[in-house]
């Protein structure tokens, strides 16, 4: 594998524009598998949801499972897209031990849902529309553990072991048609797009679509072409992707990867690429050395699915607000900018804050905690806001505590510290900590009493009329008190002992 | 339709997984080479405006609703299993990744 | 009785004399597992035979009967089913060495049902493996004896539930039916045999050659007694999407109405010529005359893209059996070979099914790889689709103008074993009248029509109807069947030797 000095991103897009496709496959959170009975409920032992279907034990015989169905279209309805009169599932064939029936059930030239469109808003208000080429239905793998390697990985693994509890979990693998003219923008249009598909994904309430999960997972195929070029140029495939971020890191080091090759004058390798999530770095996977030859064919166990009209209008007539109009009415009642908005989405902090905000809180106050404190949190160990180990209901709570004065900014972010850190509930935490604002005014009054007899020239200033040096007075208080006064009512204090008026 | 060659042989038996032996490669490519002359004759009939049919049923929308069924015990599940190890299928080393 | 007597008894009259506490269910098991190992050294019709099992259910049956219960109308009677079914912690190999010693955790939805009937299940029959093959050869564990002449072929792939049925091992047997292998072996043997409408008969359990082919069916030597178990296997089944969701014909009323009277038969004209052997032919030719005696009227019919049929299986059944075998891969049960702790998964997975899978197996597996590639779908597997249709067309066609069709089984009389093993396309031809109802889905039935003067052995008479009419095929069979007898003065089979 030869390295490659990146372009840095600036020079890589002053020569080329990159063309993206984007393909995401959700697990759906149906009871059953997509093809048999079997429980799709996580956390079960190895091999303790399993039958001879999903086994791939001879003799076995797919039955469709009718909810996933009605999710494909939900999806498929949600994206605008036209959905199938008539269409088939088809097998994709080819080896892998942890697919037991060595194809994949799957659709092909006949998906259920095609050609619609997702709008997805940038940072700076802009819509940009990805067009949906197809979703369609298929069937997850069952998982494989490697033993043997060094770090667990497949390459020097000894043996594997699998378990096919995941097999057979529908999924619908939703492919948009080539994002184009994004320029600069295409990764922030590729995770804008992926976190708009996930709200609407849980919106619709098929999924909870947890990518740290792998309930959502994100290819990103990416090429570059010259400016004004109008061909494709050649593709990388990286694979599997696994949170919002790293959708962005991704095509931004492919962008990057892609313009040192060719600036090389190299050529693209048409190739699977792994994302490492340490460094935001790609590497090489498999390469194809000839194109993938599936033998797609009509799956013969399975009769065509053929949605009656009147179902798919239903369907439609029963879709949810759906997230775009949905932020729109949550940005109007919030009072703030398409710009506020779309930054709150592409922190994946909607939910959460309307979380926030039915167990109590403030609207600004909801909002203020997780795209500060917890926003910032999050960014620095790379993790989700939703994988943050604290619930809306305990943000609900500190936004309380801050409203009754029990807890200043400051200690209410040492709170949420001791909360991340698993010390408990914010009440908990407060306790343990100590961390209540000094309201005892005879604590404070002394505190005050000594920060004037420690400070004689201030106090003479502020006598002579200077209450702008009353900031000296109350630092020494707050300093004196570790924090944990009210810095208001400190001043209050301060002016009343001097017999100034505020 | 051209003749099948042994390299061809080859390269179907890579795509079957058939670790095939050096005379078989020789062996089927005759053979194969014979049935799909004599299959090709489907070709002779099938016009452009002839729709395929894949399947002789005229079933559609055949489903289940969405309830769990009992699974097999893990037992059952491995009981076949050539090898397993902690209640999972123990299989060769894997290469390359999908 | 004895045990001659009890093996020589249809499965309706066995039914009835344990119903009527003449004799045991029991005693009936006995009988047969005796015959078995009497005679299946010679035969080996049987993979494994499950004595413990039948004696088991033999006597639920009498114990059931003694305690007043309602019995089913074939319950007690002895049967023997072909190795593709799957039965719960019994050996369950498709003739394959793949799956030799493998023990299913579940039954087909055919085992479940013929257990609920009190059908007692002896073992399981020999096939060529994965059901590819029309003489029995191809089985991983050594060809099957035609009882009529055991250096001969007694058809395939259900040579194994044919040729029993044949040595009085059991009065019915189930087959399975992809291009013929239920009725070619019954022509061959002298026996009944049906394959029902595409999706009458469940196919859960029933390992999968050409899921779109496949059918399952019931092999007797009668025609009542096939009604009989066609009526126990038949049926809706929400396991298998491909089932039919309407009721079973009354096939069982029309085997005993057994009248052709008005009935319009069409001869398929394409089904005679070269390659036909003229004692097949005579055979067929004096069954058309006897319908026409029994009050049928006879017309000739024209499909000529049945002629097509033969070329369009070939492409179908390999590209649907590449993709169902692709499971066979060593990982999740079956045979193992070459896992040394030095070879990945994929090498032993090759491996494996270079030593586990027999060479017309491996030949279909490579046929059906190469007829899905790409570049060459269109021209194989897309045409392959479209003869389908203009078969499907044809039978439709002909179907306008009579009630059922008739023709010959299969070209020529049982072949003795070896002579076409390296001859793959001389093989195929022995189906070449069988196989447009596999690709239409229509029903079919081979009932023995005479013996073919030149060589003594069975000739099969195909009678064909269309789907979900498969109580025509038992009402002309059953009237067939009536007339010859009293012609001949006897059942066929009692003109084989007797082993
Ligand atoms: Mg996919
Ligand atoms: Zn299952």
Redo the contacts with the bound molecule.
């Keep these: 594998m030869t390295v490659t000095e990146l372009v840095s991103y600036e020079d890589a897009l002053a020569g080329y524009d990159p063309v993206m496709g984007l393909e995401v496959h959700v697990e759906l959170g149906t009871r059953t598998?997509m093809f048999?009975?079997?429980s799709t409920a996580l956390g079960a032992e190895p091999n303790t949801q399993?039958?001879p279907?999903?086994l791939g034990l001879p003799g076995s015989l797919p039955v469709v499972n009718a909810t996933g169905v009605e999710s494909a279209i939900r999806i498929g309805l949600a994206l605008n897209c036209e959905i199938a009169e008539w269409c088939r599932f088809a097998r994709k064939n080819y080896f892998y031990p942890d697919m037991p029936k060595n194809f994949q059930t799957s659709q092909y030239d006949e998906p259920i849902a095609h050609d619609g469109f997702l709008d997805v808003q940038l940072e700076d208000g802009e819509v940009f529309r990805v067009g949906i080429e197809r979703a369609h239905m298929e069937e997850d793998t069952g998982k494989s553990t490697h033993v043997g390697g060094a770090t667990g990985r497949i390459h020097g693994a000894s043996h594997s072991l699998l378990d096919y509890n995941r097999a057979?979990i529908p999924l619908i693998e939703i492919v948009t048609k080539p994002i184009e003219g994004a320029g600069p923008r295409a990764p922030e249009v590729a995770r804008a797009y992926v976190a708009e598909l996930r709200e609407l994904i849980r919106a619709l309430g098929v999924s909870e679509a947890r990518m740290e999960m792998g309930q959502m997972r994100c290819d990103v195929n990416l090429s570059l072409r010259p400016h004004g070029s109008t061909v494709f140029g050649t593709r990388s495939e990286t694979k599997n992707v696994n949170s919002l971020r790293s959708v962005e890191r991704a095509a931004r080091f492919e962008i990057q990867r892609h313009a040192a090759v060719l600036d090389d004058g190299g050529a693209i390798v048409q190739e699977t690429r792994h994302f490492h999530e340490e460094d935001g770095s790609t590497t090489s996977g498999r390469v194809k050395e000839e194109a993938e030859d599936y033998r797609y064919f009509p799956e013969p166990d399975l009769v065509p699915v053929a949605p009656s009209r009147e179902w798919v209008e239903k369907l439609r007539a029963e879709l949810p607000e759906l997230p775009r109009v949905r932020r729109n009415r949550l940005r109007e009642e919030w009072g703030i900018s398409e710009h506020e908005m779309q930054s709150v989405l592409n922190a994946g902090a909607v939910g959460l804050i309307v979380a926030t905000i039915d167990a109590g809180a403030p609207a600004d106050q909801a909002r203020k905690w997780w795209m500060g404190e917890l926003a910032r949190r999050a960014n620095e160990t790379g993790a989700e806001l939703d994988d943050l180990p604290i619930t809306p209901e305990q943000v609900a709570r500190l936004c309380a505590l801050v409203a009754e004065g029990s807890l200043n900014d400051k200690l209410a972010r040492q709170t949420i510290e001791g909360v991340l850190a698993g010390e408990g509930s914010p009440d908990e935490v407060v306790e343990k900590r100590g961390l209540k604002v000094v309201s005892d005014e005879g604590a404070l009054g002394t505190a005050v009493d000594e920060a004037i007899a420690g400070n004689p020239d201030v106090a003479e200033k502020i006598r002579g009329g200077k209450v702008a040096a009353a900031g000296a007075l109350v630092g020494a208080v707050m300093k004196a008190t570790r924090g944990q006064a009210d810095a208001a009512r400190v001043r209050e204090l301060i002016l009343e002992k001097l017999g100034v008026q505020g | 339709m051209p003749g099948i060659t042994r390299e061809e042989v080859a390269h179907l038996a890579r795509l079957a997984r058939l670790e095939l032996k050096d005379e078989e490669l020789d062996h089927f490519a005759g053979q194969l080479d014979a049935i799909i002359g004599a299959v090709a004759a489907v070709s002779e009939v099938a016009d452009e405006d002839v729709p395929p049919t894949s399947h002789p049923l005229p079933l559609t929308n055949v489903m289940r609703p969405d309830d769990v069924r009992p699974?097999l015990t893990p037992e059952q599940a491995l009981s076949g299993a050539p090898a397993k190890e902690q209640q999972r299928f123990k299989v060769p080393q894997i290469l390359g990744e999908e | 009785m004895s045990d001659s007597d009890l093996t020589r008894l249809t499965a309706a009259e066995t039914a009835a004399r344990i119903a009527g506490g003449e004799v045991t269910a029991e005693a009936v098991t006995e009988a047969h597992l005796a015959r078995i190992e009497a005679v299946d050294e010679k035969v080996h019709a049987f993979l494994h035979v499950d004595r413990e099992g039948a004696l088991a259910a033999a006597r639920r049956v009498d114990e059931k009967r003694e305690r007043g219960e309602q019995l089913g109308p074939l319950a007690g009677v002895p049967l023997a089913l072909k190795d593709i079914f799957t039965t719960e912690g019994q050996p369950t190999t498709v003739g394959s060495k793949i799956l030799e010693g493998w023990l299913p955790p579940y039954d087909a939805t055919v085992t479940r049902r013929l257990r609920e009937a009190d059908v007692v299940v002896l073992g399981k029959t020999n096939m060529d493996e994965f059901a590819m093959g029309s003489s029995t050869e191809n089985s991983a564990f050594g060809p099957t004896g035609n009882p009529w002449d055991l250096t001969r072929i007694p058809g395939g792939s259900g040579g194994g539930s044919s040729a029993s049925l044949a040595a009085f091992q059991a009065p019915l047997a189930i087959g399975t039916d992809t291009g013929g292998s239920i009725r070619q072996p019954a022509a061959m043997t002298g026996t009944v045999g049906v394959k029902p409408t595409y999706g009458a008969v469940s196919r859960y359990g029933m390992v999968a050659f050409s899921s779109s082919l496949d059918q399952g069916g019931p092999c007797a030597r009668t025609v009542l007694d096939a009604a009989l178990l066609h009526s126990v296997i038949a049926g809706h089944d929400e396991l298998d999407s491909t089932s039919v969701d309407q009721p079973v014909p009354d096939v069982v009323g029309a085997a005993r109405q057994a009248d052709v009277r008005g009935l319009r038969v069409g001869v398929v004209k394409e089904f005679r010529g070269e390659g036909y052997q003229a004692g097949v032919m005579q055979r067929f030719d004096e069954s058309v005359e006897l319908l026409r005696e029994l009050g049928a009227e006879v017309v000739e019919v024209s499909c000529p893209v049945f002629t097509k049929a033969l070329p369009a299986y070939y492409l179908i059944a390999p590209s649907e059996c590449s993709s169902n075998l692709a499971r066979f891969d060593a990982m999740r049960y079956g045979l193992r070979v070459g896992d040394d702790g030095t070879r990945s998964a994929e090498e032993v997975t090759s491996l494996t099914r270079e030593e586990g899978f027999g060479p017309e197996v491996k030949r279909r597996v490579m046929l059906g790889t190469y007829a899905l590639s790409s570049g060459y779908y269109d021209a194989y597997y897309g045409s392959a689709q479209k003869v389908r249709t203009l078969i499907t067309r044809d039978f439709a066609r002909a179907f306008e103008s009579v009630d059922v069709l008739v023709s010959p089984t299969s070209p020529t009389t049982a072949f003795p074993i070896g002579e076409r093993t390296d001859d793959p396309m001389a093989m195929y031809l022995s189906d070449l009248c069988t196989i447009p109802s596999n690709l239409a889905g229509n029903a079919a039935m081979s009932l023995p029509c005479g013996l073919a003067p030149e060589d003594g052995l069975p000739v099969g008479l195909q009678i064909i109807a269309p789907a979900m009419a498969d109580d025509r095929l038992y009402r002309v069979g059953a009237a067939v069947e009536a007339a010859f007898q009293a012609r001949w003065g006897h059942p066929l089979l009692e003109e084989a030797p007797s082993l």
């Design positions: 598998k048999c009975g079997c399993t039958c279907t999903c057979g | 699974s």
